[in-house]
C-alpha cells in the first residue's frame, strides 16, 4: 500500500503529515498527486471527505519557490466558508515550510485589508470569483507569476453562476500553467470547463462515492409531524456537542434553533441570509466546543471540516442523493469515527432507497426514543465560553503568545485552553465558562507582545 513517504514529497510536508496523523494517501490521493507531481493537468472527480484538498494541496505547496513573494498559485472556490476551510487546510500541510504565507480573499471581508496585504503577495491565494474578479478589475491583483490554477467544486462554481467570473479569472493566468479541476459531479457544463481550461487532462477519480465505512447510519422512522419531538429526544439520548443539523430552509433553521435554544441547549443557526461576520462568528463558536448544535442549511454541507463534529442530523432529507452525501461526508473524516441520523417519514424512506445508497446500520421508531418533550432538556452547558481579543497576525500574534498571556495572567493552566483561532486582525480563543470574567478582566490589564488589546466574550 502506498504511503505518503513513497510519494518523494519534501520533508517540510511529510513532517506536517506525520503531525496530523496522515500516514496512508486516501484513493483520489494516491491517484491525484504523482500525476501533478509530473506536471500534468488533472481533472478529478472526487465526493466530499475524499480527501482533495491535500490531493492538489501536497503538490502545489511541493513545487512553490518561497523566496518569490508573488502569487504562484490560485486557488478558486464557490464559498466564503470553503476559502476559509482551504486556507486553513494548506496551512496546516505547509506549517513547516519556512517563509509561507497563504491567503483568502472572499466577499463580506474587507477588500481594503486585502489590497494591503498584496504589499507582500502571498505565495498561494484562494478565493472565490466574485472578489477575485474585483480586485482584477481595480487592479490590485497581479497573477502573472501564477504557475497553478485549482478549479475546486467546480461544478458549484457553475452551479451557482460563477461562469463569467471563472472565465475572467483564467484569461488573467499565464497560458503556461499547470490547471487541476475537481468536481463531486461531472456535468455537461464541467466537462466544457475542462476543455476550455485544461491541457491533455489526466482523468481520475475516488474509488468509492459512498459515506466512510467508520460512519455509523441510523435511521428514525417518524411521522411528518414528529420531527421536532424526535430531534429534541434524539439529543437528549446523545452527547450533543460536535453535532450539525440539517435543515432546508433559512426559516426551518431559525425556528429549530430557537427551539432547542429553549430547551436549554447551546444551539446557532448557519445559513446565507446571514451576514458574513455572524456566519463566521458562529463557525468559530462551533469549531472550539462553545457553541454544542449548529443548525445549517446547505450553505455549510461543502468545506465544514471541523474536529469536534461528531454527529450529523438530516431533520429533512435534502433535494438529490449527491447533496445526502455532502452533508453526511461532514463527519468520519481522516479516518474518525462519527454518527449520521436520518429522520425519515415513509415517503423518505422510498426516496433514500431509489437514491440507492447503503443500507441503515440500524433503525429506531420516534416513539421508543427517550421522551424530553415534556421537560427542559438536561443543559450539558457548553465547558467553554470563547473570549475575543482585538489583534492577529497583522499584530504579530500567534497561538503561542495567546497561550502565554492566559499562563502568565490569569492562573490557568495549559490544558484549560480550548482551541486559539488566530485570523488577520482579531483572534479567539475558548477558556473555562466559569473563568470568563475573570480572565477578560486580567487580560485587558496586561500584554500581549508588549501591546495592550481589547478582550470580549463573544455573545
Known amino acids: 500500500m502506498t504511503t505518503f513517504n513513497d510519494l518523494q514529497l519534501k520533508p517540510e510536508l511529510l513532517a506536517g503529515l506525520q503531525e496530523l496523523g496522515f500516514t496512508i494517501p486516501t484513493p483520489i490521493q494516491s491517484s491525484a498527486i504523482p500525476l501533478l507531481l509530473q506536471g500534468h493537468d488533472v481533472a478529478g472527480q472526487a465526493e466530499t471527505g475524499s480527501g482533495k484538498t491535500a490531493a492538489f494541496g501536497l503538490p502545489l505547496l511541493h ?67 466574485g472578489r477575485l474578479t474585483d480586485h482584477l478589475n481595480r487592479r490590485t491583483l497581479d497573477l502573472t507569476h501564477a504557475k497553478q490554477l485549482v478549479l475546486d467544486e467546480a461544478d458549484k462554481l457553475l452551479e451557482m453562476g460563477f461562469e463569467e467570473e471563472v472565465d475572467q479569472v483564467v484569461a488573467a493566468l499565464p497560458p503556461s500553467r499547470q490547471t487541476i479541476l475537481f468536481s463531486a459531479t461531472m456535468s455537461e457544463g464541467v466537462k466544457e470547463l475542462i476543455a476550455d481550461s485544461l491541457q491533455h487532462p489526466k482523468f481520475v477519480k475516488a474509488t468509492a462515492t459512498t459515506i466512510p465505512d467508520q460512519v455509523k447510519l441510523v435511521g428514525i422512522k417518524v411521522e411528518h409531524l414528529q420531527r421536532q419531538e424526535a430531534v429534541l429526544n434524539l439529543v437528549q439520548g446523545i452527547a450533543a456537542s460536535g453535532t450539525v443539523v440539517f435543515v432546508n430552509t433559512r426559516a426551518a433553521a431559525d425556528q429549530l434553533s430557537a427551539l432547542l435554544q429553549a430547551k436549554g441547549l447551546v444551539a446557532r443557526t448557519l445559513h446565507g441570509g446571514m451576514e458574513q461576520p455572524d456566519r463566521d462568528k458562529a463557525m468559530t463558536l462551533f469549531r472550539n466546543g462553545t457553541t ?56 423518505d424512506e422510498q426516496k433514500l432507497r431509489d437514491w440507492e445508497l447503503q443500507q441503515m446500520d440500524e433503525w429506531l421508531k420516534a416513539d421508543n426514543l427517550p421522551n424530553a418533550s415534556s421537560k427542559k432538556l438536561a443543559a450539558d452547558k457548553a465547558a467553554f465560553a470563547t473570549i475575543h481579543i482585538s489583534g492577529g497576525r497583522k499584530d504579530k500574534i500567534s497561538p503561542g503568545d495567546i497561550v502565554g498571556a492566559l499562563l502568565a495572567e490569569t492562573g490557568l493552566k495549559a490544558a484549560e485552553v480550548g482551541k486559539i483561532e488566530v485570523q488577520d486582525r482579531q483572534s479567539f480563543v475558548a477558556v473555562p465558562a466559569a473563568a470568563t470574567q475573570a480572565v477578560i478582566e486580567r487580560l485587558s490589564n496586561s500584554k500581549i507582545k508588549g501591546r495592550k488589546f481589547k478582550v470580549s466574550i463573544i455573545k
Not at 101 to 115: D, L, N, P, T, V
Request: charged share 15%; hydrophobic share 40%; no cysteine.
Open 63 to 129: 513545487s512553490l519557490n518561497t523566496e518569490l513573494q508573488q502569487v504562484q498559485a490560485l486557488v478558486l472556490v464557490p464559498t466564503r466558508e470553503l476559502a476559509v476551510q482551504v486556507r486553513q487546510e494548506l496551512k496546516q500541510l505547509g506549517k513547516h515550510i519556512g517563509n509561507l504565507k497563504i491567503s483568502a480573499f472572499y466577499g463580506g471581508h474587507a477588500f481594503s485589508q486585502e489590497r494591503a496585504s498584496l504589499a507582500h503577495p502571498p505565495q498561494v491565494l484562494v478565493g472565490t470569483p
Open 292 to 347: 454544542q448544535i449548529l443548525v445549517a442549511t446547505d450553505v455549510a454541507a461543502r468545506g465544514l471540516d471541523i474536529d469536534a463534529l461528531r454527529h450529523i442530523v438530516h431533520f429533512e432529507l435534502p433535494i438529490d442523493a449527491a447533496a445526502y452525501l455532502h452533508r453526511s461526508g461532514r463527519t468520519g473524516r481522516a479516518g474518525k469515527s462519527g454518527t449520521v441520523y436520518t429522520l425519515a417519514t415513509p415517503g
